[in-house]
């Protein structure tokens, strides 16, 4: 009955470096969701994936950033030559259906504390 | 543009009082509302929701109102217990999209 687990939870890279975050959402859950999280504020829609799919990505910084959900395996949110404004708590969360198709709640991770030195 | 806004940064209540916690929203296409309670270094747990056709959502010692007249929404904690302390956010998905739109966060402390 494991919940949203991510790894790792914490993170340290240096500048121009690449940053994988993984996301195994809840049993039974197909729908997956990327947030971010900066200090003091809430957190940051950044892009929702259905299996294979990405069905909103609006959140997502148009140039070293990509998320993957792959018929197999984790989600994956890649940052590509990350800059010290990519400091952030990266969270991750699932549901069994879309929320605006059955107003059902998102369940959340633990979070990737990511750290850029 | 803050969609959804938590005005009160912090909030400390006696244990055993009533906690409000409020929340605003801009966006009249939100019609599903939801409260999560974070603890440092975990993530958001999921607390209670409400859709828009309701006003009023009651589980065990929380109670979510929704005033969509007024485009506001509460968390009432009662009877409120320390375990309760952590930050409280509000978030907000539109009919049109899954994404959830989340206020600031309000620091509850429950002192006893």
């Known amino acids: 009955n494991a919940g949203v687990m991510q790894n790792p939870r914490h993170l340290v890279r240096r500048r121009g470096q690449e940053a994988r975050l993984r996301c195994s959402p809840m049993?039974?859950?197909?729908?997956v969701y990327w947030y971010r999280q900066l200090p003091e504020e809430g957190l940051k829609f950044m892009v929702y994936?259905?299996?294979?799919?990405?069905?909103?990505e609006s959140g997502m910084p148009k140039e070293r950033f990509s998320a993957e959900f792959p018929k197999e395996g984790p989600s994956i949110l890649r940052i590509q030559q990350v800059v010290r404004g990519d400091s952030a708590a990266y969270f991750c969360?699932?549901?069994?259906?879309?929320?605006?198709?059955?107003?059902?709640?998102?369940?959340f991770g633990d979070g990737t504390r990511l750290s850029i030195l | 543009d803050q969609q959804v806004k938590q005005n009160s940064p912090s909030l400390s209540v006696q244990e055993g009082r009533i906690s409000i916690l409020n929340c605003d929203y801009t966006?009249?296409?939100?019609?599903?509302f939801l409260w999560y309670k974070k603890y440092p270094a975990e993530g958001p747990t999921f607390l209670i929701s409400?859709?828009?056709?309701?006003d009023k959502n009651e589980d065990g010692r929380f109670t979510v109102f929704l005033n969509k007249s007024a485009k506001h929404l509460s968390l009432h904690i009662v009877p409120s217990q320390p375990g309760d302390s952590a930050v409280y956010f509000c978030?907000?998905?539109?009919?049109?999209?899954?994404?959830?739109?989340f206020g600031t966060g309000t620091r509850l402390q429950v002192t006893l």
């Open positions: 978030a907000a998905s539109a009919r049109t999209a899954s994404k959830l739109t």
């Open positions: 966006n009249s296409m939100f019609d599903y």
């Open positions: 409400i859709s828009s056709i309701k």
């Open positions: 994936l259905q299996k294979e799919n990405i069905i909103d």
């Open positions: 969360a699932s549901s069994r259906f879309g929320t605006s198709d059955s107003n059902q709640p998102q369940h």
């Open positions: 049993k039974g859950h197909s729908h």
